[in-house]
């Protein structure tokens, strides 16, 4: 990874209670990939293409809306606002929820290759432990993350025996893709979709970091801070 790449996403790194502030920096240039585009041979010039609709001709950008086809053309249209609002709430954290072997991933479910790097010194002693457990267990840390509002499932390596299991995508949903399926249920019964403000949780337990940590990669509940103990969560 170069030392001065520009990370592509930034957040945290959770394990039940403790939170890891993280970077992520792609693990592949996109900028060596070679690319073409569509010339017209006699001028020399690149072709573009016009938006148009059969027996209607060329029309404004303004007029297009995303439709998903339920029939032979047959399609239910959705609004940018209908479709916002069910676009998940980016949490800006990667949420560990179990642990597999390795070798249970077949590799036809990687899309793409990325780092993951502690954010700060303060972050990188919490960051060891969990990379040296799955190192040393040869096991993978499967999360879910929210990016531009659309969900992910990600697999961590080389990252423990709690919440160890075998691997079986289908436990896994895509929210993002379920509220769109149900959005297209709704508007094909006539329904109007309303965007809702979104509601944050505020507070919680504060924790030990690394006390909270080591007991979660050991299979224990951290304890709760005594009375007059302070301690700083990052979230």
Do not use: C
Not at 43 to 62: F, L, M, P
Request: proline share 4%; net charge positive.
């Amino acid at each position: 990874m170069p030392k001065r790449a520009r990370a592509y996403w930034k957040g945290f790194l959770r394990l039940s209670l403790v939170s890891i502030g993280v970077e992520i920096y792609n693990a592949v240039e996109s900028k060596a990939d070679i690319s073409f585009r569509q010339i017209h041979k006699p001028s020399g010039r690149r072709v573009n293409y016009e938006k148009v609709v059969q027996g209607i001709g060329k029309i404004d950008s303004a007029d297009i809306v995303k439709g998903y086809e339920v029939d032979t053309d047959t399609y239910v249209t959705l609004e940018p606002e209908e479709i916002d609002a069910v676009k998940l709430e980016s949490k800006k954290t990667i949420d560990l929820v179990q642990f597999v072997d390795s070798k249970q991933i077949d590799y036809r479910y990687f899309e793409r290759p990325y780092f993951i790097a502690p954010a700060d010194e303060l972050a990188g002693e919490g960051y060891v432990v969990i990379r040296e457990a799955l190192r040393k267990t040869g096991k993978v840390g499967l999360a879910q993350v929210t990016i531009s509002g659309r969900e992910w499932l990600v697999a961590i390596a080389p990252l423990v025996g709690k919440k160890s299991g075998n691997f079986n995508p289908d436990k896994f949903e895509d929210h993002y893709a379920t509220a769109l399926k149900e959005l297209i249920q709704d508007k094909l019964k006539g329904r109007k979709i309303v965007a809702h403000e979104e509601t944050r949780l505020k507070g919680g337990n504060i924790v030990d970091l690394m006390e909270a940590l080591k007991k979660s990669v050991g299979g224990q509940q951290p304890t709760k801070p005594k009375a007059g103990r302070s301690a700083k969560k990052r979230a």
